[in-house]
């Protein structure tokens, strides 16, 4: 086999959550631009249009389903119609995120169950559903959760969003072990930083872009291709015997703190 084939993603099957902007979609037309089927799924069905529209127009695959992963019959629904429209699942990347900072001191219930609720019960919901797929069909699979430098350090400010991704990076080991004899593989990408919807406010700030990229040691933001190659990778043949990892992309952040 040469290669390439290792990465060669054609006739698998994947669904993305979060898809409708930002990471998601990015990672959802790398999996296509790989050979992949995939389903995209967000709460916003325009944008979410628009991730599909694009992906056809490039000559892929796709279909937009609405979902909020917070309700768990809907992540079961959703997982559900994706694996008919494809038929069948391969892959699946638990994206779909939230983020606010605030003081902890005036964290409230509500803004903690937003968080965590997207963030870990979410992924998990889905990544239950998208196994339960993946052994009734008898077919190995892959599932990849966007865990976060927070699940590595300690960010003030940020701790329901770094409760939920240190949740999530906990899980992925657990569920990589329970699952490894369903032939399914579980793996994480940390990305640093990178400038989306969720993060755009930050980057308003000349200060904080300059004592962030004081502490990356390849002085630049990540773009969005960046993440497409470790997305490929984690979710094709050539990771085959990889599971429970998180992959950092970050130029060198986690390495050097
Ligand atoms: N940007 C970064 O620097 C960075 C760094 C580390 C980790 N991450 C992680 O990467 C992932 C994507 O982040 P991003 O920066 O691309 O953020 P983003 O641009 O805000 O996109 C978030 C996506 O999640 C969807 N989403 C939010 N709540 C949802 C819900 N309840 N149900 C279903 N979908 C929901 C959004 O669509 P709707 O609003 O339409 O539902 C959107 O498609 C997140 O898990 C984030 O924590 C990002």
Not at 9 to 23: D, E, M, W
Not at 175 to 191: D, H, M, S
Not at 234 to 248: C, E, K, N, R
Request: charged share 20%; proline share 3%.
């Amino acid at each position: 086999m040469r290669n390439a084939a290792l990465f060669d993603l054609s006739g698998r099957k994947a669904l993305v959550t979060g898809a409708s902007r930002g990471i998601g979609r990015s990672l959802a037309e790398a999996l296509s631009a790989a050979g992949a089927d995939v389903a995209v799924t967000a709460r916003s069905l325009d944008s979410l249009d628009e991730t599909a529209a694009a992906i056809r127009a490039a000559g892929g695959v796709a279909h937009a389903i609405a979902l909020d992963v917070t309700d768990v019959e809907r992540c079961r629904a959703a997982v559900g119609e994706a694996a008919r429209l494809l038929g069948g699942l391969d892959i699946l990347i638990n994206n779909a995120g939230v983020e606010e900072v605030r003081p902890s001191l005036d964290v409230d219930e509500a803004l903690w169950d937003r968080i965590v609720d997207t963030n870990l019960k979410g992924a998990f919901f889905c990544a239950q559903a998208a196994a339960r797929q993946m052994r009734d069909a008898g077919r190995p699979g892959a599932i990849i959760n966007l865990c976060s430098l927070t699940s590595e350090v300690g960010i003030p400010t940020a701790v329901p969003y770094g409760s939920s991704k240190s949740g999530l990076l906990g899980m992925t080991r657990a569920l990589a072990a329970e699952w490894a004899q369903l032939g399914i593989r579980v793996n994480a990408i940390a990305p640093g930083y990178f400038r989306t919807a969720m993060t755009e406010a930050f980057y308003d700030n000349e200060a904080w872009r300059q004592s962030m990229l004081a502490k990356i040691p390849q002085h630049r933001f990540g773009d969005l291709r960046d993440l497409h190659g470790v997305a490929v990778f984690l979710a094709s043949d050539a990771a085959a015997y990889i599971t429970g990892q998180s992959i950092p992309v970050d130029g060198g952040f986690l390495a050097s703190i």
